[in-house]
């Protein structure tokens, strides 16, 4: 377990969002756990779906998206923009979902990432993603999986 | 000039972000204005809208918004949870839209707010809002306006 944790010691944000995005193109919920801070204040929002806190309810609704996900997805993170201070790190971002094979350029989602610096390095306290207005039309009943 | 400026040094985050949801009520833009930083790297994300970042685009998106408000709106913010540090601030909560006259209590929209401590008190420096998964469907022509 030790090693485990020293494995996964990021030691700036840039580190941190690099292996964010790593677990979730490999569907790694492990990963994408480690990550996260260890913390009840932690907060997910997928786009158009509920607010999400603490760890439990935010590595289920990455379990689930990952459950969907039949290969591995690619994406593209475009248009950083950060705001960073001693403990905290935003990183305001376009992700971008790559089809392989696929010509279409799919709108991106809008995304704020927040680090903070913990005992533990940097880990994430908010992944806030929203769909802008080309990202293709969601139906009432679509979950995050459908999504990401 | 400088009288103005006097009157909007907000000493706290919560200071500056009472005095956001006000300009946004009364559709004040002078109001709104002083709230936000001047950088020109700040950002406003509008429900289903794109990324807008600057001084000038965030004043045009509230402008247009502002343009569209028959009366003023009345909001009621809920569900507050906060990240802060020395210089960053960071509020996520509910906007709800409340209409008078009407029972029917829309969902709200989920928003991240951010504020920086600068050399002119606290000002917001990130606005994220985006619709949950019962906010009235949006076509696709509709503008910000239709929104807040």
């Known amino acids: 377990m030790k090693k485990k944790f020293r494995l996964h010691v990021f030691?700036?944000?840039e580190d941190a969002e690099?292996?964010?995005?790593?677990?979730?193109?490999?569907?790694d919920l492990d990963a994408m756990m480690s990550v996260w801070a260890e913390s009840d204040d932690i907060?997910?929002?997928?786009?158009m779906a509920p607010r999400l806190q603490g760890r439990e309810a935010v590595m289920d609704s990455w379990r689930q998206i990952f459950a969907g996900e039949a290969d591995s997805v690619r994406m593209k993170i475009t248009?950083?923009?950060c705001f960073q201070d001693e403990l905290l790190s935003i990183h305001i971002v376009h992700e971008h979902?790559?089809?392989p094979g696929e010509a279409i350029q799919h709108a991106p989602l809008v995304v704020t990432n927040i680090y903070q610096l913990t005992?533990?390095?940097w880990r994430m306290i908010l992944h806030h993603a929203s769909p802008s207005p080309d990202t293709p039309p969601?139906?009432?009943d679509?979950?995050?999986t459908h999504l990401h």
């Open 43 to 47: 907060v997910c929002i997928h786009p």
């Open 138 to 140: 969601l139906s009432p």
């Open 11 to 13: 030691p700036t944000p």
């Open 97 to 99: 979902f790559v089809v």
């Open 18 to 27: 690099a292996a964010f995005y790593e677990a979730f193109e490999h569907g």
């Open 119 to 121: 005992e533990k390095g």
């Open 79 to 81: 248009d950083t923009r």
């Open 142 to 144: 679509r979950t995050p």
